[in-house]
């Protein structure tokens, strides 16, 4: 069979914008481009220096961030005869950039040690800044061809954490056992973190608080605290789910201050709450918290707290939720309906406001939405339910419940993927999708989680000092 540098499939993606002409190489390039280039490492790497005349050795490019912030988190760096610095690197088309995008303003940036540009004269940011212009190691017209479709969610191969290696040469089951035990490690933390903090305030207490916390995101997480602390105060004598929306919302400093008037039905919600609030604002002044102490940006609509609080205020009111889980953990449940029966509990009814709402300031929504979803369930059981009800079970020396609840833990399905386990399972099994040898259970998501807390946040990018590769060698898999 010939091979043919062109073909009739090349023609086609060149004759319908697939694919950039050679001829079109644009310069400046996209910035896009510049961050493929970055990601990829094609520059003539024994040649790079600095504004300033440094040398510089890249270690580790970074992973890309995909979220706010730089561009590449965690790059590994060394310049000059200086020791290696771990840092963030932003990528910008021009020096100037710096400012023009209030990176020099905005604390996210305030780790950013490698300033990357396309061309520049002079530098504008704090870090040192690194112009490609001259850099490259092939024409902007070939690297436009060759990191066309390259996706910034996929770490190159030669920047993979050290210990991809000894994991891809492990049986199937030899990697599941190792995610089953480092999962239970982060269960067994977990517990013990419930079990604390029931020992000054009591079982019940403890899940409510944990509860609030799983609500709040990776942003929202001591907001959230916040309020569950004085439950017994703001739950005391509320006579319906609306007034302990009141007392949520007022006390998060949530409430709009001026009603939007778009909706009749809206604006009557927010004055019913407003009116309950009113009343009841003086008494609870010592625990209000201030607005400014919530995080909004980045959250999905769904996901923000006013949404979420006003589901706590119909689990409060319900008075029966905590003894609802206790008998579910307590009954015969199949694998095939663990979710679906805690969905079962956790869900509320219908909210003449919040089921057709994100937040505050949203239009009415076209169709009733749940104000809780199953990925949602599968967060609150890994992280909150089943690890209380564990050390309940350890500590109360029931074997029987221990057992059970070990069992549920493992089968649980997957949860909702995120950027950490992304990046986790590039850098540790060199795969960014769910499925394949792992990650369709919650019970290995949680495994890998464990093992980024216990090993790759102690080291950099580049695995300097890591024991985790070669302990993983080490070990005597019994099939």
Not at 22 to 51: F, I
Not at 180 to 198: M, Y
Not at 424 to 445: I, P, W
Request: include cysteine.
């Amino acid at each position: 069979m010939t091979l043919h540098t062109h073909g009739f499939y090349a023609a086609w993606r060149t004759r319908h914008g697939l694919a950039p002409g050679l001829q079109d190489a644009p310069d400046p390039p996209p910035e896009r481009l510049l961050q493929a280039v970055w990601q990829q490492q094609r520059l003539r790497r024994d040649q790079l220096r600095t504004l300033d005349g440094q040398t510089l050795r890249v270690l580790h490019p970074g992973f890309a961030n995909v979220e706010g912030g730089p561009d590449f988190r965690g790059a590994v760096l060394k310049f000059g005869e200086a020791d290696a610095v771990s840092g963030d690197v932003e990528v910008d088309l021009q020096a100037s950039g710096w400012r023009a995008h209030g990176h020099d303003r905005n604390p996210a940036f305030r780790n950013v040690v490698l300033h990357v540009v396309w061309d520049a004269d002079r530098a504008v940011s704090v870090a040192a800044t690194l112009p490609l212009h001259s850099a490259l190691d092939a024409s902007l017209a070939e690297l436009s061809s060759q990191l066309e479709q390259t996706s910034l969610r996929v770490l190159p191969e030669k920047f993979r954490g050290q210990c991809a290696a000894p994991l891809r040469e492990l049986p199937e089951a030899a990697l599941r056992e190792l995610l089953q035990q480092a999962a239970h490690v982060r269960l067994q933390n977990k517990a013990a973190a419930f079990r604390a903090r029931a020992q000054h305030v009591g079982w019940e207490q403890s899940l409510w608080e944990g509860l609030f916390r799983a609500l709040g995101y990776k942003h929202n997480v001591w907001p959230m605290q916040c309020l569950a602390e004085p439950r017994a105060r703001w739950a005391h004598g509320a006579s319906s789910p609306l007034i302990l929306q009141a007392r949520l919302l007022g006390l998060g400093g949530l409430l709009p201050v001026e009603l939007s008037r778009r909706a009749a039905g809206a604006d009557d919600y927010w004055r019913r709450i407003w009116d309950c609030w009113w009343r009841e604002r003086e008494e609870f002044s010592d625990c209000t918290l201030p607005r400014n102490l919530w995080r909004f940006h980045g959250l999905r609509p769904a996901n923000h707290p006013q949404r979420r609080l006003a589901l706590a205020a119909h689990w409060a009111h319900s008075g029966e939720l905590v003894a609802r889980i206790e008998r579910w953990s307590a009954g015969v449940t199949p694998d095939k309906k663990l979710l679906s029966s805690l969905t079962q509990i956790l869900q509320v009814e219908a909210d003449d406001y919040w089921s057709w709402h994100w937040t505050c300031r949203s239009a009415r929504l076209k169709k009733a939405q749940p104000l809780l979803g199953a990925q949602r369930v599968t967060d609150l059981a890994v992280n909150v339910i089943l690890p209380w009800l564990w050390t309940r079970a350890v500590v109360g020396k029931n074997e029987k419940l221990r057992t059970e609840i070990e069992r549920r833990h493992a089968v649980w399905p997957a949860a909702e993927d995120n950027a950490v386990l992304r990046l986790a399972r590039q850098r540790l099994l060199g795969r960014a999708t769910l499925g394949g040898r792992v990650g369709r259970t919650a019970v290995e998501q949680q495994g890998l989680l464990q093992i980024v807390r216990d090993f790759c946040d102690h080291a950099n990018a580049a695995c300097d000092g890591c024991s985790f590769p070669e302990l993983v060698r080490q070990h005597k898999w019994v099939s």
